[in-house]
């Protein structure tokens, strides 16, 4: 096989755990779209659950008072 660089070893050792290495070219890129589509997915909806846990939970911990910052609602002393 011969030398091979640090990305061509990785890409290798891909193909082989996701037993890619027996199939087509154009089977090959299909899987790999579906699985960008799958991490895609899975990132996308983390963040969105991440940014509703710090909006439903941490916000209210970190700034007491539940105005947000914002100066609005503050009792005037």
């Known amino acids: 096989m011969g030398e ?3 990305v061509s070893r990785k890409i290798h050792l891909y193909n082989v755990t996701m037993g890619l290495y ?3 070219w154009w089977e090959r890129c299909l899987f790999n779209i579906m699985v960008l589509i799958l991490l895609w997915f899975i990132c ?3 963040s969105r659950f ?3 846990v710090f909006e439903s939970h941490l916000k209210a911990r970190i700034m007491p ?3 947000y ?3 609005v609602g503050m009792p005037s002393t």
């Open 4 to 6: 091979m660089n640090w």
């Open 22 to 24: 027996m199939l087509d």
């Open 44 to 46: 996308f909806n983390g």
């Open 50 to 52: 991440a940014s509703d």
């Open 65 to 67: 008072g539940g105005n």
């Open 69 to 71: 910052g914002m100066g």
